[in-house]
């Protein structure tokens, strides 16, 4: 059976600091791989995913995530975070067939100025 | 193109009572999942819909809860005999396509509160 694990519950940062949110999966068969974040009482918004091709992956607001399979992470990063990031981030994976979502726990990410 | 519409937002029931949750996806999505957070925790997955058809329901409890999608109007998510464990958010997402290269849209969720 699939298995997202976030290593971290929460996650504290000053402003302009960089951050990683680590993401394990457990998966016997070619998987598909999907961070989100969700804003308080939001749903959740899509902020970047690995479906094939090149392992890094980047979003608009200068997140990116690199697919490593030998050591199957999906770990979030970003060189530099702003107040607005502080937000709850969720790791996805879904393998094949349909587009059933298996998610980690989350991690809070709390920007302090 | 209005995303995707979740009512109530906020639902309060007592328990014995029934919850019934409503969910409308995009426009021209025809596929629709129903997902449970518990507070502090992750989304788990409940049940995959199409048009009229249940996909998988292999994350709904056996008894109590049940869904559907009917050819016209939106999802429902019906929730019988509501107990305090069933306070939770619950999130619809839908998608255009089955496959996993298709992007699943999330609304923002349905709050229920059981007293």
């Known amino acids: 059976a699939q298995s997202v694990t976030q290593l971290d519950s929460q996650v504290p940062v000053f402003e302009e600091a960089p951050v990683e949110l680590r993401c394990n999966y457990s998966?016997?068969?070619?998987?598909?791989l999907f961070w989100y974040v969700q804003y308080p009482n939001q749903g959740l918004q899509l902020l970047l995913k690995?479906?094939?091709?090149?392992?890094l992956v980047e979003s608009i607001n200068g997140f990116e995530a690199e697919f490593n399979k030998s050591q199957t992470s999906f770990h979030l990063r970003k060189p530099s975070v702003h107040i607005s990031d502080t937000a709850e981030y969720f790791c996805a994976v879904s393998s094949g067939g349909y587009n059933k979502l298996i998610f980690g726990a989350g991690t809070r990410l709390a920007v302090h100025p | 193109n209005a995303g995707v519409m979740q009512n109530p937002r906020h639902l309060v029931r007592r328990r014995g009572q029934e919850a019934r949750l409503r969910c409308s996806p995009m426009?021209?999505?025809?596929?629709v999942y129903w997902y449970r957070q518990l507070p502090e925790e992750g989304l788990k997955f409940m049940v995959y819909l199409q048009k009229e058809n249940i996909i998988d329901e292999s994350g709904m409890p056996k008894e109590r809860f049940s869904a559907e999608f009917p050819k016209e109007g939106p999802s429902i998510l019906r929730i019988q005999q509501v107990v305090r464990g069933d306070s939770a958010a619950y999130f619809c997402a839908s998608s255009p396509g089955e496959s996993s290269y298709n992007e699943q849209f999330f609304g923002p969720g349905t709050r229920l509160t059981v007293l």
């Open positions: 998966s016997s068969v070619s998987v598909y």
């Open positions: 426009k021209g999505h025809s596929h």
């Open positions: 690995y479906l094939s091709g090149s392992t």
